[in-house]
C-alpha cells in the first residue's frame, strides 16, 4: 500500500467517524476529534520547533556567527520564566516589549486603513462632475460606486450609528431612525449568515468530492468498506447501549 | 414539521449535495465584478512580474480555499509571472508546499527560476512589515532550506515595494485585511483577496472602497475563476450540489415559518374560542 492509498484510507475513515456524529455522539467521533487535536498541536510543535528554533536562530549563530539573534532570543526566553513563580516578574519585560512593539505598529495602520479609509469612503460626494456634461447622478444599483449606492450606505451608516446612541431616547422620528438601523443590521446579519451557509455547504462538498473520489478500485474503495464499518460499529454499540441497565450507562 | 427529527434535514441536505456531485447539471457560472477584477490585473501583468501569493489558511478551509490556490496559480504560471508563495498560517505550510509543487509541476515550471515557496515565517502579521523592509531578513532561507539570496526567481527583488501583485487567500486572520494594513497602505503594492464564504461579508467594505481591487469568495468565487481561465476543476463540479442545498435551505426555511405562523394562528383561534 503507497502512501496515498494510505492517505486516502486514513481520510476516509476520519470523515465517516466525524459525520457520524450527526446520528449521535459515539466513540468513533470521540477517537476522529481527539486525533484532530493531537495531529494539529504536534504538527504546530514540529514545524515551530524546526521552522524558528533551528532555521532562525540555532544555524545563524552557530553557522553564520550572528550573536544579534541573541538578543531577541533572550527577551523571548524571558516569557519562560511565568513557569518560576520566584522569577516569573522577569516576563513582563518581555510582555512589555511585545504590547509596547504590537501597539505601536498597529493603532496607526488600524487607524489609518479601517477608520479614516472608510469614512472617506462612506462620505463620496454623491454628484459627479463630467466635464462638458456639468453634474452627474448615476441611478446602477449594481455598481458599488453609484450616486444611489453612495446615499444608501451613507443613510446605512447612519442610521445603524444612531440606533448604537444610547443618550437619546428611541422616541419620535429618532424611533424612525433607529428602525432603520435595525433594518440594514438584519440585512447585514442575514448577508453574512448567508455566506455562512455557503461556507458550511463548501466544506460539506469538499468531504463528499473527496469520498465519491475514494470510492475508486484504485484505491482499494475505502469509502464503501470505512462505510459499512462505521455504520456496522454504530449499530453494535447502539445495541450494546440497550442491553445495558440504565444505572450502568 | 417544527418538531421535525434533525436527522432527517441532515438527510435531505447530504442527498441535495451528493445527488448533483454524482449526476452533474452543469448550472450556468455567472462572473461576478469582485473575481474579474483580479483576473483582469493579473492578465494585464507583463510577463516576468513578480508574484506575490499568501495561502494564509489551514485544511479545514482546504474545500473552499484550495481550488482558489490551484485556479489563480494556473492563471499567473500561464503568464510567465515569476510567482513568489508563502503562508502566514503555521498549520498550512506541508498543504501549501504540496499545492504550490502540484501546479508547477503541472505547468512545467522549474523551482528557484520560475517560482519559489517561502513556507511560512514567525510573527503573524509583523513579518509582512518586516518584508516589506528586506523580504531575505524574513525569509533567509525558501521551505526547502535553500537561501533566497541568489534564486533567479527573486532577481531584483528586495522588499514588497517590488512586487507588482499581491494575493491573499485567507481563512481568517492573519489574511487579507493584515495584508492590507502592515502591506499595501504602508509599501504601496496593488492587492487582491481570495477568502471563505465565512469572512467574505467583512472584506466588502475593502473592496468597495478600493482597497483591494477584488475578491473571490468561497467556493463560488474559486468556480467563477476556474471559468475565466478555461480549466474547470472542483469547484465548477460542486456548483451544481451548492445550489443544490441553497434550494434546500431556502425551501426548508419558507416551510418552518409557514408552519410556524399557521400554528401560532391556531393558538389564537383556540384563546378566542376559549
Known amino acids: 500500500m503507497d502512501a496515498t492509498t494510505l492517505g486516502a484510507w486514513v481520510a476516509t475513515g476520519l470523515t465517516l467517524f466525524i459525520l457520524s456524529f450527526l446520528y449521535k455522539d459515539n466513540p468513533l467521533f470521540k477517537l476522529a476529534e481527539h486525533l484532530y487535536v493531537g495531529v494539529s498541536v504536534g504538527y504546530t510543535i514540529v514545524k515551530a520547533y524546526d521552522t524558528v528554533l533551528v532555521h532562525l536562530i540555532l544555524k545563524p549563530i552557530f553557522e553564520q556567527g550572528e550573536v544579534t539573534l541573541l538578543i531577541p532570543v533572550a527577551i523571548g526566553s524571558l516569557m519562560l520564566t511565568r513557569y518560576v513563580p520566584k522569577a516569573s516578574w522577569l516576563s513582563r519585560y518581555a510582555f512589555a516589549f511585545i504590547v509596547g512593539v504590537g501597539s505601536g505598529l498597529a493603532i496607526p495602520r488600524t487607524i489609518s486603513s479601517f477608520i479614516l479609509k472608510q469614512i472617506e469612503d462612506t462620505v463620496r460626494p454623491v454628484m459627479v462632475l463630467v466635464p462638458g456634461e456639468g453634474l452627474s447622478f448615476s441611478w446602477n444599483v449594481l455598481s458599488p460606486t453609484s450616486s444611489l449606492n453612495v446615499i444608501i450606505i451613507l443613510i446605512g451608516v447612519s442610521s445603524v450609528l444612531f440606533y448604537f446612541f444610547f443618550s437619546v431616547e428611541h422616541t419620535g422620528p429618532g424611533r424612525a431612525v433607529a428602525r432603520t438601523g435595525i433594518l440594514f443590521l438584519m440585512i447585514a446579519f442575514g448577508a453574512a449568515f448567508g455566506y455562512t451557509v455557503m461556507a458550511r455547504m463548501s466544506l460539506l462538498i469538499g468531504r463528499l468530492t473527496d469520498l465519491i473520489e475514494f470510492s475508486d478500485p484504485s484505491y482499494g474503495r475505502p469509502t464503501i468498506w470505512l462505510l459499512l464499518l462505521t455504520v456496522g460499529s454504530m449499530i453494535y454499540l447502539n445495541r450494546r447501549r440497550q442491553g445495558t441497565p440504565p444505572d450502568a450507562q | ?274
Not at chain 2, 537561501?147 to 501583485?165: C, F, H, I
Request: proline share 5%.
Open chain 2, 1 to 274: 414539521m417544527l418538531r421535525i427529527d434533525r436527522r432527517i434535514i441532515f438527510v435531505v441536505i447530504g442527498l441535495c449535495t451528493l445527488l448533483p456531485l454524482l449526476y452533474p447539471v452543469g448550472l450556468p457560472i455567472k462572473i461576478s465584478p469582485e473575481v474579474r477584477g483580479v483576473y483582469d490585473y493579473i492578465e494585464k501583468l507583463p510577463e516576468g512580474s513578480v508574484f506575490l501569493l499568501s495561502l494564509d489558511f489551514d485544511p479545514a478551509s482546504k474545500p473552499e480555499l484550495h481550488p482558489q490556490a490551484i485556479a489563480i496559480l494556473r492563471h499567473a504560471f500561464r503568464q510567465n509571472l515569476r510567482v513568489v508563495a508563502m503562508t502566514l498560517w503555521l498549520t498550512g505550510t506541508g498543504m501549501a508546499d504540496q499545492l504550490v509543487t502540484q501546479v508547477a509541476k503541472e505547468m512545467g515550471k522549474e523551482k528557484g527560476k520560475d517560482y519559489v515557496f517561502l513556507g511560512w515565517s514567525p510573527g503573524g502579521a509583523a513579518i509582512i512589515i518586516n518584508m516589506g523592509q528586506d523580504l531575505y531578513t524574513s525569509f533567509p532561507s525558501d521551505y526547502n532550506g535553500k537561501p533566497t539570496k541568489g534564486q533567479p526567481v527573486l532577481d531584483g527583488v528586495q522588499n514588497l515595494k517590488d512586487v507588482s501583485y499581491a494575493i491573499s487567500l485567507a481563512a481568517g486572520n492573519p489574511g487579507v485585511e493584515a495584508w492590507y494594513v502592515y502591506g499595501k497602505d504602508k509599501y504601496k503594492f496593488e492587492l487582491g483577496g481570495g477568502c471563505t464564504g465565512v469572512i467574505a461579508p467583512g472584506l466588502y467594505p475593502l473592496l468597495r472602497s478600493g482597497q483591494i481591487n477584488g475578491l473571490i469568495g468561497g467556493l463560488r468565487g474559486a468556480a467563477e475563476y476556474e471559468s475565466l481561465i478555461g480549466q474547470k476543476g472542483r469547484a465548477v463540479a460542486g456548483m451544481d450540489a451548492q445550489s443544490a442545498t441553497h434550494a434546500a435551505i431556502v425551501v426548508l426555511v419558507v416551510l418552518c415559518n409557514l408552519f410556524y405562523f399557521s400554528m401560532r394562528q391556531q393558538v389564537r383561534q383556540q384563546r378566542q374560542v376559549r
